[in-house]
């Protein structure tokens, strides 16, 4: 089986700065697509930031220029390093991977990660 296990979360002050990790363990053949989504109380799951496998990212506009997607293919690790935090980036963060076992892709989620931001 495949796990992702999500660290960083926590609690900031606005205009702080955290870093999500996201590490894929199991029986991985490839990773293609990583990503960030967030759930705040009330809303929506809305996708964050994405990255494929070739380094391609994608943000949603709330985030661009603030936050930044990366990833480790060696470690099999997603990261999102969020600077300039607002009260409104406060929710639950999700790691997703898109990710073939054996020869059959399969979505994966993270259990989440609570990032709050508050004076």
């Known amino acids: 089986q495949v796990q992702l296990v999500e660290s960083g979360g926590g609690l900031v002050q606005p205009g702080g700065s955290l870093r999500l990790s996201c590490a894929a363990s199991?029986?991985?053949?490839?990773?293609?697509?990583m990503g960030w989504y967030r759930q705040a109380p009330g809303k929506q799951r809305e996708l964050v930031a994405s990255?494929?496998?070739?380094?391609?990212?994608n943000y949603a506009d709330s985030v661009k220029g603030r936050f930044t997607i990366s990833r480790d293919n060696a470690k099999n690790t997603v990261y999102l390093q969020m600077n300039s935090l607002k009260p409104e980036d406060t929710a639950v963060y999700y790691c997703?991977?898109?990710?073939?076992?054996?020869?059959?892709?399969?979505?994966?989620w993270g259990q989440g990660t609570q990032v709050t931001v508050s004076s």
């Open positions: 997703n991977a898109y990710i073939v076992v054996g020869l059959v892709p399969y979505d994966y």
């Open positions: 199991g029986s991985i053949f490839s990773i293609h697509r």
């Open positions: 990255i494929t496998s070739g380094g391609n990212t």
